[in-house]
């Protein structure tokens, strides 16, 4: 049990780091959160008898951790924003440092902007960017499809919006 | 600014994934195995608590009032609420197992319900349990300060120590809402509220 747990979470560990990435802007909290959520699928474990694909019921678990997730009280002198620890890209061959910093300033855009949006609406946006189709998204959230297509219009725009307001035509 | 563009950005922070979780990676079993923070545990630790204080109570009462004249009546009252009280903690970490796990939907809606369900039961349980508490703790104040408990039955005496209790018990109950249960139940039945109206588009 112990072996099959550690290879799901080794092959699917990007969905929890971007769902606790979206979560979460300090990083005690967002620690927390990938802990949490990590324990969360270790107790539903036992009960996942494959009726959903894993990926699903690992989305399902995670974000309905993430919504009830409360953060810690902030401590005046204690909070550490994510952005100032951000885990870095490792080495790709070819690319420039210059390339590399480029793109990570444009992650942590994405992510600020993703956290300044309404909790559930950072859960459809967070599949949609993770390119589920229309119908798992229903699937995972619970809501109808043509409820998931409205959504995620609105979603959209506003997400395009900060982005802009936080200058990502000037990275 | 296309979409795609997004979606290959939100694609990149997949290195940032796994150097966060090589990391991590030795210690994730450990990791998965402690016990949870989240505000479901804490309140299935609360009520376990509680049972556990009112055990510790009767342990204290039973070392201390042993030889007391009403100590069976007493000892007796404190056993059966500290009993139906523990109760709750087994049926509540029950019912949060039970909560579907189809979707994130059903999830919330069933984490409301149990929690709203909880807070009833624990206001009407408070209702019983705290003037017990108060009468049993009177009685024995009473008794111990060497008077009778027939003394305590005469008018002048009885009339104010009832209209005391009740002006105490309301204010302990009260108290107790306003800070204890407030974060405890209110503050997250409101959240999963506010949260499934959000999702489901509601006013």
């Known amino acids: 049990m112990k072996l099959d747990f550690k290879n799901i ?22 620690k927390d959160l990938y802990q949490e959520m990590l324990i969360q699928l270790w107790q539903s474990f036992e009960r996942f008898k494959g009726e959903a694909k894993v990926s699903t019921w690992i989305y399902r678990v995670s974000l309905n951790t993430a919504l009830t997730f409360q953060k810690k009280q902030k401590k005046q002198f204690s909070t550490n924003p994510i952005d100032n620890v951000s885990y870095k890209i490792v080495e790709m061959s070819g690319v420039g440092e210059e390339v590399i910093f480029q793109k990570e ?35 995972i959230i619970g809501i109808t499809v043509s409820h998931v297509g409205v959504k995620l219009m609105r979603i ?5 919006q900060l982005l802009k307001e936080q200058g990502y035509g000037r990275i | ?34 016990k949870s923070k989240g505000i479901l545990n804490k309140l299935k630790r609360n009520l376990i608590a509680d049972s556990s204080m009112g055990i510790a109570m009767w342990v204290f009462f039973f070392y201390y009032f042993w030889d007391h004249q009403y100590f069976w009546l007493m000892a007796g009252t404190l056993l059966i609420v500290t009993i139906l009280s523990s109760i709750p903690a ?21 984490y409301h319900e149990v929690l709203s369900t909880e807070l009833r ?36 005496i009885l009339i104010p120590t009832i209209l005391i209790s009740i002006l105490a ?35």
Not at chain 1, 109 to 125: H, P
């Open chain 1, 9 to 30: 979470v080794d092959e699917y560990n990007g969905i929890l780091y971007k769902i606790a990435r979206s979560y979460t802007t300090e990083e005690a909290d967002f």
């Open chain 1, 105 to 139: 300033k444009k992650i942590e855009l994405l992510y600020k902007c993703v956290n300044l949006l309404k909790k559930d609406d950072r859960a459809i946006i967070l599949l949609h960017l993770e390119e589920k189709k229309y119908d798992e998204i229903a699937e």
């Open chain 1, 156 to 160: 959209k725009k506003q997400l395009f």
């Open chain 2, 1 to 34: 600014m296309e979409e795609f563009d997004l979606q290959d950005i939100w694609k990149e922070s997949h290195e940032q994934a796994k150097s966060y979780y090589q990391s991590i990676e030795p210690e994730v079993l450990d990791m998965a195995r402690k």
């Open chain 2, 90 to 110: 087994y049926k509540f970490s029950k019912k949060l197992k039970a909560v579907p796990t189809q979707n994130v939907v059903k999830s919330i809606r069933g």
């Open chain 2, 121 to 156: 039961k624990t206001k009407s349980r408070m209702t019983i349990v705290l003037p017990i508490f108060f009468i049993v703790g009177l009685i024995m104040g009473f008794t111990g300060a060497g008077r009778g408990i027939i003394e305590l039955l005469q008018w002048k």
């Open chain 2, 169 to 203: 018990i309301i204010g302990l109950r009260w108290l107790t809402f306003k800070f204890h249960m407030f974060h405890l139940y209110e503050k997250p039945i409101d959240e999963l509220k506010k949260l499934l109206d959000d999702l489901l588009e509601r006013d």
